[in-house]
Structures are given as C-alpha cells and as structure tokens.
C-alpha cells in the first residue's frame, strides 16, 4: 500500500433471517441474531474527514500508514521506503457520533525538491528525509518518511494533544 488507508466496519445485528429451501419447497422466518456489516473506505485527500456514525453500535476501525518515499544510491533511485504500519481496534459509538480520520500520505522520494535535499514527508507528520551534507557528483539524500494515519474523537492538528 503506498497511501494510508481507513476501513470503518460497522458490525449490526439482524433479527430476522429468511430461509428458502427450494428443493423442498419449504418457506420459514426465524427469529435468530445473524452479524452483518458495512464497511466505509477513507483515503488520503491531505485534510481530514469525517465519518458520523449512521447508529449506534459496535464498530470495527482498520489502519495502513502512508508508505516512505524511494531513496538513492549514487543518485539513482533504488531505495524503497518502509510499507507503513496497520492497526485495528473495535469502539462503540453513538448514533450520529462524529470520528475524525486524517489518512497519512506517501513520503516523497529524494531528490525530488533539489538535488542534494533530502524528500518532503507525506500528509500528517511525515518527517522530511535527510539532506546530502557533501553534496558531490552522486548525491544521495534520505526520502521523505510516510505520514501517520489516525482517528480521533475531536477534530484538530496531528501536534494538538487535545484532538489526539
């Protein structure tokens, strides 16, 4: 995965299960508890978003960090940067309850600012990649590192300790 990624998963359950036996002609409602789910996908726009919880219930949130950019060895380009992390975790949530979810995006490759300058870090907190001190013929400056992905109860910047 090259950008980060969100899956919220709400998992419900249903009352009501119709069972149809064709070969035997047989038609019946039961009355049993049957685990369905919805699933919402987030990617990576560089700004927030949110999802407001259609009910209440349990729901399962899924994350991919935001891969790193490439890096070089005598300026050419065969690095590859790290996958970013994955987490999952489930949360019960109010109808109508609002989750912030900021998707990090992919680290820069080297090189790609100026020659010798290390590459920007991807949307939400990605650290920009480390500079070529010497800078010679073959320069090879660090890639930008991928950003975080996260949801948050209150909304606000990935360095505001009040949203995280």
Known sequence: MIIGEVLIIMM?????VLILFINFVLFFMLNINVSAMEVEDFSCT?????FVAPE???YK???WGAAGGRGRTNYVL???????????GEIVLNQNQVLYVYVGGKGKDSASVSRCVGGLG????????GIDG?????????????GATDVRLVGGIWNDTDSL
């Open 12 to 16: 419900y359950k249903s009352k009501k």
């Open 46 to 50: 560089e700004d927030y978003q949110e």
């Open 56 to 58: 209440y219930g349990n």
């Open 61 to 63: 949130i899924e994350l």
């Open 78 to 88: 065969d690095k590859y940067g790290g996958s970013g992390g994955y987490t999952s």
């Open 122 to 129: 991807g949307y939400n907190g990605g650290a920009q990649g």
């Open 134 to 146: 010497n800078c010679d013929s073959n320069p090879e400056p660090g890639a930008g590192g991928g």
